[in-house]
């Protein structure tokens, strides 16, 4: 799984699967689904991360891109290419 933190965007992408997305739907406000051509899903976009979280400092001090590795979500420390767009934002290519 890999996670990319977008600060300037305030967007968390968490990467299921390197499988090609076919379709997104907001599933709730905010929060977008990416789907392969099987209907299973790839990824999870949070918009407004900052605010659905007690925390928000804590996203401010995440790592930008990062893969967690295994069970025990151990940050893995290899660059990943984001494979999504916060809304209005095309270059950060979907």
């Known amino acids: 799984m890999r996670v990319r933190v977008d ?7 968490l990467n299921l699967t ?5 379709d997104s739907a907001e599933v709730a ?3 977008v689904v990416d789907y392969d051509n099987e209907g299973r899903i790839v990824g999870v ?3 407004d991360a900052s605010k659905r979280t007690d925390d928000p400092d804590a996203l401010k001090n ?8 295994g069970e025990t979500g151990q940050v893995a420390g290899d660059q990943v290419k ?9 270059s950060l290519g979907r």
């Open 29 to 31: 406000d905010g929060i």
């Open 45 to 47: 976009e949070i918009l």
């Open 18 to 22: 390197d499988r090609p997305i076919k």
């Open 7 to 13: 600060h300037a965007a305030d967007a968390v992408y």
């Open 82 to 90: 984001p494979r999504y767009a916060a809304r209005g934002d095309p």
């Open 62 to 69: 995440s790592v930008s891109n990062c893969r967690l590795s």
